[in-house]
């Protein structure tokens, strides 16, 4: 499948001459047309909300981030584990946004579309310059800016860890094939470093290895099955030195050191997180096996594209995964009959082995599968169906005629549907509005419509929609909580505790073990059970010390019940982690109570230096005492 290609002169050429022989005015302006349509499709976004599903994590809650990009915020993502992942050059991307943007969601979209459009530029560069074809490559790329899988990754501030990885790992492709014309220890480093930086930014690029193995093999051809002398250096057709299997192995060791590092602060931070899902291993295996179908259907039939796919709770039924256990032995089965196309290995095993650490055998989270995943396994299904459908066009006038024609179509259609797969971005309504209609026993969509619901004061509209949840999957803490907050709202006390208790005994995060403690606090608290309040409050902050409103509760309860020096404490932490206007009036109070009046007058003067109205953050601090 090819719009536009140049035919690579004979072998005895060297590389240099085959990659220059097409006009330079040709490459431009296929860059161009990349650009354009990814302008296109994707420039609504800049006037789309944060997700209310992972964004405040990553974004909007988090202080860290809001703190913007300084040392200590360095030194945090360097080590902590929020979001149940290790991936610091994400943290500090996000915190750059938050310095230059503000709590807009305008920029970091924007940061989104430059890093996915560079992807793609880069994607067309880096396999022109190792296979030598234009138009092969050109037709990859566009595939990859334009399908409308990839939308998720885009319109998903979250989602920029994804965008990271691949931009990285496309750099250390780029990087590698100019250590392997000439391998010095300082290109080597380089491969190295951009690695490291892939890593850091998502870990889903932790196969990089093994595919440079296959860049090895095609388009390089720097592999050798045979024995090579020593005495004399053999040439690949691109110039390129060749190397035993054995030495191209021994090549990558420090890079998989650099994999096993990573594995292991990902693991880590996947059990800090709670991220890790108790699902049977016969229905990961099941899942992981049918996902696999499911993914080469969304790449060549990209419909019902969905935020969450909800997973399983039973088998399967034998059918399904039988007949996805037969497609993908019968690809495998044409691909090595075919084995002389190299491409169609290489794409087949980069398709299969670059999803290995998001297809579910060791299943993070609930998700069945995710569109975000097949951001980088795609380029190889890519990879395959263009050379594959350019050498059947070969030099035949009629038949690239019809190899075109069947590009621009598929691109066309392939844009209108991403295009579209953004409008559903438009609103958190419209987002799981859309997720609940093409996916069904969607727990995560009815919760966050319901929760979306909740926060704009419809909270008869959203009740149902958190019982449809519970029913779907009765083991989602944030769905109780939401219920908590619902019977809470309407005086049913005893009901809400019910809820809070099982959010916070079912809770593996530590963020939301935290919440259901601090809203146990308030609801006894309603009912007079002061002790026991303070008691889950307390729970609150230990669960997750960096709960800065779990401080501020706990203060507000130590100071009604008359403990002013843990109220001091309490407040003193709160504002540390989130300095507001009326949680240092609170502080304040507390310290002039305890006739603590330097530092109480200090901390009024640290709030009125941050409140742009200081008698409406009066207001505010004396209703949060009072009630």
Known sequence: MTAVDTKPVQQSQPSSVRRWSSSRTQNILLCLILVVGVVAIYFPVHWQPFANYDDPDYVTDNIHVKAGLHWQTVKWAMTTHDAANWHPVTWLSHAFDWQLFGDSPAGPHDVNVLFHLLNALLLFWVLQRATGFIGRSWMVAALFAFHPVNVESVAWIAERKNLLSMFFFLLTLAAYRWYAQKPKDGRYIAVAALFALGLMSKPQVITLPLVLLLWDYWPLQRLSFGIISPSTESLSSEGIPVKPLSTLIWEKVPLL????????????????????????????????????????????????????????????????????????????????????????????????????????????????????????????????????????????????????????????????????????????????????????????????????????????????????????????????????????????????????????KIARNPKVKARAYNNLGYAYKETGDYITARENLQKAVKVDPEFAGGWISLGLMAQRTGDLPLAVNAYSRGVELRPMDYEYLLLAQALDATGEKEQAAAARQKAESLSTDIRVAQRRADDLLSR
């Open 257 to 504: 050191a650099l994999c096993a590092v990573s594995a292991i602060m990902t693991m880590r931070g996947q059990a800090a997180g709670g991220a890790t899902s108790g699902f049977a291993r016969a229905l990961r295996v099941e899942n992981a096996i049918i996902s696999y179908a499911r993914y080469i259907g969304k790449a060549f039939w990209p419909s019902r594209l969905a935020l969450f796919y909800p997973y399983p709770l039973s088998l399967y039924p034998k059918w399904q995964v039988a007949g996805a256990v037969f497609l993908l032995l019968a690809i495998t089965v044409m691909v090595a009959v075919a084995y002389r196309r190299r491409y169609l290995t290489v794409g087949w095993l980069w398709f299969l082995g670059t999803l290995v650490p998001m297809i579910g055998v060791v299943q993070v989270g609930t998700q069945a599968m995710a569109d975000r995943y097949g951001y980088l396994p795609f380029i190889g299904l890519f990879i395959m169906m263009c050379w594959l459908v350019a050498d059947w066009a070969g030099q035949l006038r009629p038949r690239l005629v019809v190899a075109r024609a069947l590009a621009i179509v598929v691109l066309g259609v392939f844009s209108f549907l991403a295009y579209q797969q953004v409008g559903f971005w438009e609103d958190h309504i419209t987002l799981w509005t859309h997720t609940n209609d093409v996916t069904t026993n969607n727990w995560i969509a009815e919760n966050n419509l319901g929760t979306a619901l909740l926060k704009m004061g419809r909270a008869e509209e959203a009740v149902p929609h958190f019982r449809a949840a519970v029913a779907a999957y009765p083991y989602d803490p944030n769905t109780d909580l939401n219920l908590g907050i619902y019977e809470q709202m309407h005086g049913n006390y005893t009901a809400a505790i019910d809820w809070y208790q099982k959010a916070a």
